[in-house]
């Protein structure tokens, strides 16, 4: 149980163009979903929360309308990066919490992006 | 900075010794988790530790938390070369579900 996927696992695209990444729970409800930068050989970085029919919280430095987020469904977020560049290319990973505590959060498996 | 520090930043060792890596933080905490990371790969949770817990031990690995001191350690015992990774520590200061990572540490184990 408590499977978290990713769609697509590895994309790459024009600058100037947008990407969606799709993070889904497979077998539970997540009341809250988290979206994780990553660069090369560093840590993840939380980027934004997203809660179920709310707008997302970012974090300090992260620009909403670039990193856009919505969390239409309790199995399903998405994030869209716009009008990407070469700088955004990254390892994404989302998280889902199912909201039972204990700080339990599942991990879906990443999405490599590369903006050439 | 969001993120705690770690060291070593890397490790490498020869299978079958012990691995111990550290990890600091900043601010008081509920509890504090350890991941794994396989190269290019999502996360897989190994422990979790209460702010109230000194000591855990899953398996192979054994975690302690020293809230005087805000760090904690993992222990991996009889490593394997499957156990080649890098592994974070993570907190709850940031608020409920809001996990901090540390830097990590990329641990080779060498067959």
């Known amino acids: 149980g408590a499977v978290v996927s990713q769609h697509p696992s590895r994309v790459i695209c024009k600058s100037g163009t947008s990407v969606k990444i799709e993070c889904r729970s497979l077998?539970?409800?997540?009341?809250?979903m988290f979206w994780y930068r990553q660069f090369p050989k560093q840590s993840l970085m939380l980027m934004a929360t997203?809660?179920?029919?709310?707008?997302?919280?970012?974090e300090q430095g992260v620009e909403k309308d670039k990193f856009l987020i919505n969390h239409a469904s309790l199995t399903l977020s998405t994030l869209t990066v716009t009008s990407a560049h070469p700088e955004d290319s990254s390892f994404y990973i989302c998280?889902?919490?199912?909201?039972?505590?204990?700080?339990?959060?599942?991990f879906g498996p990443g999405t490599r992006l590369t903006v050439l | 900075s969001q993120q705690g520090e770690e060291d070593p930043q890397a490790l490498s060792i020869q299978e079958g010794e012990n691995a111990t890596m550290n990890c600091s933080y900043k601010?008081?905490?509920?509890?504090l988790q350890w991941y794994r990371q396989n190269s290019g790969r999502g996360l897989v949770h190994l422990i979790l530790?209460?702010?109230?817990?000194r000591e855990k031990h899953s398996g192979r690995l054994r975690v302690t938390l020293d809230t005087s001191k805000k760090s904690s350690s993992l222990l991996i015992t009889a490593s394997r070369a499957a156990d080649t990774a890098s592994y974070f520590c993570a907190t709850d200061s940031g608020g409920y579900n809001k996990l901090i990572f540390g830097a990590g540490t990329r641990l080779a184990v060498h067959p």
């Open positions: 997203s809660n179920e029919g709310s707008k997302a919280t970012y």
């Open positions: 998280s889902a919490a199912p909201g039972t505590g204990a700080n339990e959060q599942f």
């Open positions: 601010t008081s905490i509920n509890n």
């Open positions: 530790i209460r702010s109230n817990e």
């Open positions: 077998d539970f409800q997540a009341t809250t």
